[in-house]
């Protein structure tokens, strides 16, 4: 049952709702360098392994620019010689995908054969068919949502847009967390430079509010239909508009508290769910998130470098101001993502089985793995059903890694369908009908694509 319900579905375009691949890597289209480049160095998923395995970053290329041949060859020795740590991981599942179905490679790495890989792969990274435009559509990509910087001039999203030779959508998202944090370093440049970008002036909270709106909008009208928010909660609580403007004005003088930072945070947090009742932009929202747990690796590597860890985090009292007062506004809607899969069952599943607005958001990030998306289908269907979710996202910056990741969702999702079927709880056409939603209706409906 299972396999017949993959077959329907193994095929279908890939959606891809979050994700942070480099949409000038698409644009100009030039071959991959090598196969550390491509496979290890951007994938803090296999970078962070090898870490904990007393690979040192540095000779993983992380945070650097394009290796000598001689350290990327060094890089892919580090990884065959300790393939064995990706046991059990989703990592070795991704990898395996990957190097099989892309390059024909059906041996597992080795130090014994590490040298072999490389040469064979590098030797097919250099012919046409492997370039990312023909990578992009052998993967069957009907949509990618990159991840962007207010800021950003889009001008990649542009060019692609435009070019009569590129057929598939590649949108933009907005991502304005830096400018929402007065209490981190380098907020106070942030918001000037959101200023200039925009032509408002941010010397003045109303200016701040419409450079966002601006830049919002630049976003929509670049195609992006998502804004995408990471704090350290979920808490939206709105503050009166004197006291708004008064904590702003404090914080370009750097003389705000702790608390006066965190309570801004929040009210823009709950205006960031305003302005997308009127610019239509999908709100997903991901917190608790501990960013930078090591500090030496943040200072010399910087940030996404595979040191994020999880905290516990709180929704449902977090999110009712917020939810009261736009929860059942026509066209709002709200994707709640989660690290803490505690709260799949007790708060999202419940937020998002009576509020219209609210969708459960995908397993992402630690939570991409065989058993917790299993997990995550027990403690979400019965109180919200599938309707009610996003369908997957791969929240992927390794580029080759996103048909293994959707594809393991397919799996996954026809046997819990195949579950029910078995148990009567389902009919077939029933159980067929979903798989398809959950590939393709879901994640359109969610993000409004």
């Known amino acids: 049952m299972a396999r017949r319900l993959y077959d329907t579905v193994r095929e279908l375009p890939i959606i891809s709702p979050h994700g942070h691949v480099d949409p000038r890597m698409l644009l100009d289209d030039e071959p991959f360098r090598d196969p550390a480049s491509l496979l290890v160095t951007p994938d803090h998923y296999v970078t962070r392994m090898l870490h904990a395995s007393g690979v040192p970053l540095a000779e993983l290329g992380v945070s650097r620019g394009p290796l000598p041949e001689s350290e990327s060859r060094a890089a892919w020795r580090h990884l065959c010689g300790n393939w064995a740590v990706f046991r059990g991981t989703p990592v070795r599942y ?12 059906h041996e597992h790495p080795s130090a014994d054969n590490a040298e072999r890989l490389y040469d064979r792969i590098a030797e097919q990274l250099a012919h046409e068919k492997f370039r990312p435009r023909a990578l992009f559509q052998r993967f069957g990509i009907e949509v990618l949502a990159t991840t962007d910087d207010p800021c950003d001039d889009l001008s990649a999203h542009r060019a692609l847009a435009n070019d009569p030779t590129w057929g598939a959508r590649v949108i933009p998202t907005f991502r304005p967390d830096r400018y929402l944090e007065p209490a981190h370093t380098g907020w106070r440049d942030a918001v000037l430079q959101l200023g200039e970008t925009s032509g408002a002036d941010t010397g003045s909270y109303k200016g701040y509010l419409r450079a966002l709106q601006a830049r919002r909008q630049y976003f929509v009208e670049h195609g992006a239909t998502s804004a995408d928010h990471s704090h350290p909660d979920v808490r939206a609580e709105p503050l009166p508009a004197a006291e708004a403007a008064r904590i702003y004005t404090a914080a370009l003088a750097g003389t705000t508290t702790d608390a006066e930072a965190t309570a801004f945070r929040r009210h823009m947090l709950f205006e960031m769910a305003r302005m997308s009742t009127e610019d239509g932009l999908v709100m997903t929202v991901h917190p608790a998130v501990h960013r930078n747990h090591h500090t030496p690796t943040y200072e010399q590597f910087g940030a996404d470098t595979g040191h994020d860890i999880p905290v516990r985090a709180e929704f449902t009292r977090a999110l009712q101001p917020l939810l009261a007062a736009f ?20 708060e999202i599943a419940p937020l998002a089985g009576f509020y ?44 080759c890694s996103i048909p293994a990741r959707h594809d393991m969702s397919r799996r996954l999702d026809s046997g819990v369908l195949a579950e029910l079927v078995a148990e009567h709880r389902l009919d077939e056409d029933e159980a067929l009908e979903t798989a398809v939603e959950l590939v393709t209706g879901n994640p359109r409906k969610a993000f409004k694509l």
């Not at 991704?94 to 490679?105: P, T």
């Not at 019965?382 to 929240?395: M, V």
């Open 94 to 105: 991704w990898f395996d995908a990957e190097l099989s179905e892309i390059f024909g490679v």
């Open 327 to 346: 929860g059942t506004y026509p066209g709002f809607q709200l994707v709640l993502f989660t690290l803490d899969e505690t709260v799949f069952s007790r």
């Open 356 to 399: 219209p607005s609210v969708y459960a958001g995908a397993p992402w990030w630690f939570l991409d793995a065989p058993d917790a998306i299993r997990r995550y289908r027990k403690a979400v269907t019965e109180t919200a059903g599938f309707s009610r979710t996003s369908g997957f996202i791969d929240d992927t910056r390794a580029f």
